[in-house]
Nanobody, 118 residues
Framework: QVHLVESGGGLVQPGGSLRLSCAAS????????MGWYRQAPGKERELVAQ???????NYADSVKGRFTISRDNAKNTVYLQMNSLKPEDTAVYYC????????????WGQGTAVTVSS
């Protein structure tokens, strides 16, 4: 199993910044990619950003140029740097890890809440 623990959420004003962290533990050797999803009240969970084992990244159009996903392999940690935050970014942010070998497996953290409000 893979255990994921997010941290870094909070309350910020529009235009502010937050840095989310996701620490992975357990059986992490076969992780294909890691990413960040978010879910706002009344909406479906959506992909925000992901980074593959090869270092390729992709972002939702709504966050391109504002958010940056990165990883520290030595610490088994993935980060999401969020700049120029907007009220529309308000959501619970979940860390995700995927293992795609013969089949697909998904692992989720508990989520960390981000609120962007004046």
């Amino acid at each position: 199993q893979v255990h994921l623990v997010e941290s870094g959420g909070g309350l910020v004003q529009p235009g502010g910044s937050l840095r989310l962290s996701c620490a992975a533990s357990g059986s992490i050797i076969s992780i294909t990619s890691m990413g960040w999803y978010r879910q706002a009240p009344g909406k479906e969970r959506e992909l925000v950003a992901q980074i593959s084992s090869g270092g390729r990244t992709n972002y939702a159009d709504s966050v391109k140029g504002r958010f940056t996903i990165s990883r520290d392999n030595a610490k088994n940690t993935v980060y999401l740097q969020m700049n120029s935050l907007k009220p529309e970014d308000t959501a619970v942010y979940y860390c995700n890890a995927k293992k795609i070998v013969v089949t697909s497996e998904n692992y989720w953290g508990q989520g960390t809440a981000v609120t962007v409000s004046s």
